[in-house]
Structures are given as C-alpha cells and as structure tokens.
C-alpha cells in the first residue's frame, strides 16, 4: 500500500512521525541568537546553532511511498530522538521552523524522480532563507541515485540509504563539521532497522518488519534492485517486538514484508509464516493482526488454516492480482497464473466467509492487449475484490518493464478508466452488505476536519474496512485504541457509515 492508497487516518498516523503534511516554501525561520544553543543536551546540540526558541533541535520527515517506508520513518524519528532531536509541532512545521527535513523518499511511484528533484527544489528555498536548515535524503531513491542527487541538490546534507537508517544522524553532524554533503549507501543490511529506536506514529496500532528485501523478480518492480534480496528476522526477535509493543499498549499489529509468505523458505521452513500468526494468537492482549502483502505463488493452504483458526489474525487479506492474463502475468515474470489466484480466494472465503480482499492491478503493461484487459476485467467480475489499488504502468528506469514495447498513454488511461467504473461498481455493492449489520471498529482517529464537523469518530473494522461512528447523544465517547461495536447505517464505495439510534434497537457497545 503506498501513501496515495492510505486513508487520512493511516497518513495522519503518518503525520505523526512527519507532524504535517508539508512545508511552506514561501515562510523562512527568522534569525536566531545561538546562545540558547548552549542550554541544549545531546549530541544534536553540537550539530545546531539555531535553538534560540527551543531547547531541541526540530525535525520533519516527509515520506513519500508505501507502508515499509512509513515504518522505516518511525525508525528515522527514534534515531532523531535518540540524537537529541524533537519532532516538529504542526506550527513550526506550516512556519518551517525546523532544522532539519527527512526525505524518505519512494522508487516505486509514478515520476518518483522528478517528483523528489521537485521537492528538494522547494527545500532549496528553505535553506536559502535559513542556511543552518539541514536536509537529508534516504529511501529507495537514494538507494538508486545516491551520488547524483548531491550532484543535481547540492544543497542535501546527508544521503542515507534503507539499510544505513542507524548512520543518519552521524551524517548529519559529519556534513556540519565538513560543510560537505555526506552520503552513505550499503548495499548489503548490516542491521535489521528494526534494531534501531523506533518512535511509532499510532498509540494503538504498530507495523512490525518480518522481512526486508524480495526474492522475486517482477520485471516491473525496482524493490529488488533497491532493497535487495530477502532477509527474514528471526521469530523470537518479531514476536519480542510485538510482545513489547503491546505491553506499551498497542492492540493491533501489521506485519510488514515485501513477500511475507515467503517468509522462513531461506531456511527451509515453508510453514514459517503460519507458524508466525499462530504464535501471535497466544500474546495476550493483542487484538489485531494483519499482514501486507502476501504473494500468490507463495500462498500456502496452511497460513489460510491460520488465519482461519487464530482468533485475532483479521478476516482482510490484501492479494496482489497484478493482471487477470497469463500472458502478462508471465511478462511481470509472476509465477502464478490466474486459476491458481481464483483457487486460493475460493479457499480462503470457504473457510473465511466474510474476509475483505483488496488487490493491486497494473493495466496497460507493456504487450497487454485489449484481450489481455478483457481477462482483467474478467477476474475482477469473478474475484468480487472489496476495493482494488489500480495503477496505470509507467516504466520504472532500471526495470526489465521499462525497455518493452509500451502500450500507448491513451490506451492504459482509457483501460484504467474502464477498470475503475467496474470496481467501484463492485466496491459499492459490496459495502452495501454491511447496512443494517454490526461490526467491530477499532477507533484511529478523533477529530478529522469533517468529522469535527458530523461528530463522528474512525476506525477499521475488523476486515479492515473505514467506519465513520456517530456516538449517539448520552454514551460515552471512545478514545484511540477503544473497540465500538455498532450498527451501519449507509455505505460509499470506500467507507461506512455508523449513525446507531439504540432506541430504534441499533447498537452501540463500547469496549476499552
Ligand atoms: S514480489 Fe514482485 S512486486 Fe513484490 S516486491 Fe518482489 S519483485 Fe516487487
């Protein structure tokens, strides 16, 4: 799931690590007497001359990109903390007052270049305006273009690659010292981020690393050239992680791989993965589990037996199709085929009647033909997916994708135009089941600009679906982290909505 497929509770959750949204390029800091710098602890402090009106120095993590990055923020703020640093206010954030921008930035987008060149120009302004101001760069795209963007942005202080997290802030104080951009890029992990102090965006839900890198070789994906091959944590360490997550009070957890169910085949496990949920069905007070992405080609009859028999393991898979031909799906060189895909969300609805499935589609791959689009259109009428992330492809530099014979613009736009009608035509029907039923909501989020507005609070319920939850007058209001169970009273194609009158025997049942 990338940023764009976030809902605005997960990018707030995002925001949290961030502060914001963005910065503005127009307001530069005012001048600042260094002395106050004086009274800072930490080695930050040494790093910094402009701590006039604080006693930290201030940081802002922009992150562009799926959800292994937002995690790898969370990383990117522990590190800053543990330096001494203090993430910036919304307020300091909208008057860019900080004194240091994080760019993590996302290889997989659409223009994922020239959309970091375009932001790191605004960030040239900043620091026009304020030359103590330090940028850093890291994520995929300083994975791949490590030299060249001090080359293009003299102005970045520091590029850290997704394997160098733990040397940020040592960059940082090198660059101040040398007055010379510093840039930092392993290409083999020395240690999992997961080792690094992790400043998490949610009180109640935590994403959790299993494994980084990926094994495949989709021809139109850059993770494995940018995040490398496979390496899987040990369980005893991810369940530690989850153990002290939820002792800190946490009740969901996602956890995160490229390929998670190819997790434990490096050591000849296949079952590992299961094995994996089941042990998070024994840690007390952990509510949710889910996990992003599976592959199919990996998708084991015994990790759907899991899923099925762990209570707290979430009826939600996210189950990326990619295409409904298997012409172009040999082209992505995806090693599935699509009856293999049917069978596998046959079994999991036999024995998960009510799992919510979401996929990713590209249309318009390189070769695709309107048959080939057709057998996509075919596969979605059959797969009935809750909601599909559609993407019209692009070629990726450095992918085997990107030097085939494309399908023109106007044909892939028209394809994913055709596309998106059918499957918000299904999105639509199927969250119009829910009306009148009850579900279990986790609450995420209090006080959206709408909600504000409508007093509704918003959650997830358990298939992981939006709800927006009236509290009806006189019951007691949830707080993060609460469970709602409530009756739904209308659907959209991408939410519900919960306005419960319990005097009209709706429900509306709080649990802490
Ligand atoms: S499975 Fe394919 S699409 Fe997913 S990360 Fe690996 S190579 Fe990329």
Redesign the pocket.
Known sequence: MNEDMMTRAERLGIAAVNGADGLTVESATEPVDNSVADSVTGSAKDSLTNLARRDKPVYYVHTLGCQMNAHDSERIAGVLEADGYAKASEEQIKSSDVDLIVLNTCAVRENATSRMYGTLGQYAELKRANPNLQIAVGGCMAQKDRQRITEQAPWVDAVFGTKNIGSLTALLHEARRTHAPQVEVATELQEFPSELPTVRASKASAWVSISVG?N???TF?I??AVRGKERDRRPGEILAEVENCVARGIKEVTLLG??VNSYGYATGDRYAFSKLLRACGHIEGLERVRFT?P?PAAFTPDVIEAMATTPNVMPQLHMPLQSGSDKILRAMRRSYRIEKFMTILDNVRAVIPHAQITTDIIVGFPGETEEDFQATMDAVRRARFTSAYIFEYSPRPGTPAATMEQVPADVAHDRFTRLHALQEEISREIMAEHVGKNVEIMITELKGAKDARTQRVSGRDRGGNLVHVRVPDGYEHPQVGDFVTCTVTESASHYLIADPNPASGDTYELRR
């Open positions: 990926c495949n070789t989709c994906c993770v494995p490229q390929n992405s592959h």
